[in-house]
């Protein structure tokens, strides 16, 4: 029992990094119908920005806003420049896919060239240090930061969708970027925005993902853009609760693969899962709470 | 001047097979997205079709040929057990799906350590592979291509990839093509793969990783996805520019990238497209158009 | 070649709780034309894609001389002898004319893929006949000269009339055509009738989707009329424009 709640605390913990992550993905192909595959480039430089402001001296938090700013920026540069003109052209759908991976292969490039292609790990954060036992379990005070600075950003991406103006805005595009023209939405701000959030998200999961395991890399990205496709497709493509959900779902099943099976299925489990969803349910296992776009 | 082939052959002749096998891996791709499947898959084909094969040649004792057909056949077979269910689905879910599956491979390869030699990888295989046979495959990939475009196969796939749901009310079996170029796009990557094991002394888990298909992609899009050549061309060009220019692996990345993101955004057909002596004319046919469809304007 | 007899039984077809087609039953015979018409979102071109199978239709059966076609993939029901023409036509804008009406020819090809790929005698021998019929067909529906010229730049007439060859090419026992006047002048429309009528002469059942009353009257032999996704009305062109269902749900909104 013990055990099994360890691994909740540390599957929540992983999970909730997922799913902000995710989200960030799911959105971008919600409101554009875009996957973008450069996400786990942007989830990586968050990590490295957020790894460098930690060295500089500021306190956990603060880096947490530098990375998720990081993660913005380069997702807005990345649409003005490159998706947007994409868009512009009416090109084959490919040529997203092939300039976001691209991307992503540049950002890694630069990453090795200014950080090194060294792992390197954080400096103790007196969070790290701080460790409850209740019952049989520990739980780190850095993990209760992570979830709730997951969940934070998570309410407040919801808030910003739901309740502002400019979410309406990004609602109205995704639900057709004609109608949006046709009632006035400003639709390259609103797609702007929307790869802003999305770009910030995938920082701020970047630096929670360093701080978690201790760990930045370069490399880091193309596992965590392994992670973000499959909880997009666990939660069906364009599915933000789903996303959420299936998050904390991979989260939990990864580690509780390793608790009771071995380390080995860790990784097998979400394409295991990638498979089985495709097969049998490709909307997803959530589409019950959102109407997929056609 | 025999001598002075030999002499390029010893001084280039790395640079030579690479550029070869990849022209192999383009034509492969090329199959795939020919039939708008825009695949990700490349890595674990390969990685199927090079542990596979060095299985049976260094386990077996297995004739080398013999290896590298079963090698391909593993990876078609792979091919058309993911593609069965997942053609059905919308592109983007073929797309993660072939994506997962080399990741699935990967990890395999990571923990199947009899076989595989885990994290480690497998050394010391007898370099079976010659620079003839490379040849030979390579120029068998491109007149394949040549032939299957100059036919009514190659027309109906031109069509599936421009309207599929067209395409079937031409009385095409879609799932059927496409199914079949993806398997024949497996075949080619996994024989690739075998040959490229038998290459290299030696294999690892990351040699066949999501990079190696990114990397197989921009060939046929660098080059030119509708031209013939394209591939190779993309292919010849994408191996030997980090050959001339000894940048260091981070700028050859960055240069890459940066690369395909300009070809994409300012050249979508591909560098063959700059050759191709109708472009002009089609961009006078174009004005030619517009000028009919205004005089029509005019009269209505 | 002889025309085949589609018959329609209580077919329908909603999407998302939205009805497009409710029930419709009809029967277009061998070797007439037979014009659907209705209103704009009357169904029509949900019927249409219900019998070629790119929607499988909720409820009701499809039947193609009196064997069932509605659980069957397009692509076998085109096999069949049903052949189409799109309200938006849809061709490969980059290839020529001939390349277009070739891809209706594909299923007659003799040479397999490995005659393809080593290019035997008979890959020569079957594009050749396909070439040749296709040819013909070109003259047909009188475009010869334009056989070479690429499909993105013809006239919008020009384009039905390559739709209409391609449809034929396939050797089609039934024929579609998706409100094939559409955005056509006086003059094109004259000629297109002609053309529709050589191709119910040649024996193929023709089914002619319209919103434009006057044409279809001029050339089907039968008409039945939609009217939110249910058959209002049948029967002979001059019957149809009497009734006074007709005149209220269809003609009506046209004056108005």
Same mark, same amino acid.
């Given at each position: ?86 868009? %512009? ?191 049998? %349910? ?13 | ?300 | ?11 329908? %077809? ?243």
């Amino acid at each position: 029992m013990e055990v099994f709640a360890q691994q909740i605390v540390n599957g929540l913990s992983i999970g909730s990094i997922y799913a902000v992550f995710a989200i960030g993905c799911t959105l971008i192909f919600g409101v554009l119908n875009i996957i973008n595959l450069a996400q786990g480039a942007f989830l990586m430089i968050g990590a490295c920005v957020g790894l460098e402001a930690a060295r500089f001296g500021l306190p956990l938090p603060v880096t947490l806003l530098v990375a998720a700013f990081g993660g913005g920026l380069l997702g807005v540069l990345s649409e003005q420049f490159m998706f947007r003109p994409l868009r %512009k052209a009416g090109g084959h759908r490919w040529m997203g896919l092939v300039a976001s991976l691209a991307l992503a292969r540049l950002l890694v490039g630069v990453a090795q060239e200014i950080f090194g292609t060294e792992v390197q790990a954080y400096p103790r954060s007196s969070m790290s240090a701080i460790i409850w036992q209740i019952g049989g379990v520990r739980i780190q005070a850095l993990q209760l930061f992570i979830i709730a600075a997951a969940v934070v950003l998570m309410l407040l991406f919801a808030f910003i969708l739901q309740r502002t103006s400019l979410g309406r805005a990004i609602r109205t595009v995704a639900f057709s970027e004609d109608v949006a023209r046709i009632v006035g939405v400003r639709v390259e701000s609103a797609t702007l925005v929307t790869f802003f959030i999305a770009g910030a998200l995938a920082g701020a999961a970047g630096l929670l993902l360093g701080v978690l395991f201790n760990v930045v890399s370069p490399f880091m990205g193309d596992s965590a853009l392994v992670k973000g496709l499959t909880v997009m497709i666990l939660g069906g493509l364009g599915n933000i609760p789903g996303a959420v959900a299936g998050g904390f779902l991979l989260g939990l099943l990864e580690v509780f693969s390793v608790a009771y099976v071995s380390s080995a299925f860790r990784d097998a489990i979400g394409f295991g899962l990638i498979f089985l969803i495709l097969l049998v %349910k490709p909307t997803g296992l959530f589409s019950g709470f959102e109407e997929r776009r056609a | 001047m025999i001598g002075l082939f030999e002499e390029f052959l010893s001084s280039y002749g790395n640079v030579v097979d690479l550029c070869l096998l990849n022209i192999l891996l383009a034509y492969g791709v090329w199959l795939a997205l020919s039939g708008n499947m825009f695949t990700l898959g490349t890595g674990g084909f390969m990685a199927l079709g090079a542990y596979s094969s060095v299985f049976f040649t260094t386990q077996t004792g297995m004739p080398f040929s013999f290896a590298v057909l079963i090698g391909g056949l593993l990876a078609g077979g792979a091919a058309l057990i993911i593609g069965l269910p997942v053609l059905r689905l919308r592109g983007d879910y073929f797309m993660l799906a072939t994506f997962a599956f080399t990741e699935v491979v990967r990890v395999i390869a990571l923990n199947w350590e009899s076989v595989t030699g885990g994290a480690i990888g497998i050394v010391g295989i007898p370099r079976y592979t010659e620079t003839w046979q490379l040849a030979l495959l390579a120029i068998a990939a491109v007149y394949f291509a040549y032939a299957l475009r100059h036919s009514h196969f190659g027309r109906s796939i031109a069509a599936i990839r421009q309207d599929d749901v067209m395409s079937q009310t031409m009385g095409i079996n879609v799932l059927a093509h496409r199914l079949t170029l993806f398997g024949a796009s497996a075949f080619v990557c996994g024989i690739a793969g075998a040959m490229a094991a038998h290459l290299n002394f030696f294999i690892g888990p990351t040699d066949f990783g999501l990079l190696r298909s990114v990397d197989a992609l921009s060939y046929p899009i660098l080059g030119g996805f509708n031209a013939l050549l394209g591939p190779l061309v993309g292919a010849i060009f994408t191996t030997l520019l980090p050959e001339f220019l000894r940048f260091s692996n981070q700028w050859r990345e960055i240069l890459m990238g940066l690369l395909v993101i300009l070809v994409v955004l300012y050249l979508p057909g591909g560098a063959m497209s700059l050759l191709q002596s109708d472009r002009l004319a089609r961009i006078f046919r174009r004005r030619l158009i517009e000028r009919h469809s205004i005089e029509q304007r005019a009269e209505s | 070649m002889s025309g085949a007899t589609l018959e329609l039984q209580n077919v329908a %077809k909603h999407f998302q709780g939205v009805i497009a087609v409710d029930s419709v039953s009809l029967v277009a015979r061998q070797g007439q034309v037979t014009g659907l018409i209705g209103p704009n979102g009357s169904g029509k071109t949900t019927t249409m894609n219900i019998i070629t199978g790119l929607y499988p239709a909720d409820g009701g059966v499809v039947l193609l001389d009196g064997v069932d076609i509605s659980e069957i993939q397009p692509y076998r029901i085109a096999s069949l002898g049903v052949a189409r023409t799109f309200q938006n036509i849809r061709l490969l804008p980059q290839g020529s004319v001939l390349e277009n009406v070739l891809l209706g020819a594909h299923r007659h090809q003799n040479a397999n893929l490995f005659d393809v790929l080593l290019r035997l005698p008979r890959l020569a021998r079957s594009e050749n006949a396909e070439v040749e019929r296709c040819e013909q067909l070109l003259s047909t529906v009188g475009i010869s000269h334009l056989r070479d010229v690429a499909v993105g730049g013809l006239s919008y007439g020009d384009r039905r009339r390559v739709e209409i060859a391609r449809a034929l090419a396939t050797k089609p026992r039934l024929l579609l055509l998706d409100e094939p006047a559409a955005g056509m002048n006086f003059a094109e429309r004259v000629t297109l009738a002609e053309l529709i009528a050589d191709i119910r002469d040649m024996g193929i059942t023709v089914m002619l989707i319209e919103h434009d009353i006057e044409f279809v009257s001029r050339l089907a032999d039968h008409i039945v009329v939609l009217n939110f996704g249910r058959e209002i009305a049948e029967g002979t062109p001059a019957a149809i424009k009497t009734m006074p269902n007709v005149i209220e749900a269809y003609l009506g909104l046209e004056d108005a």
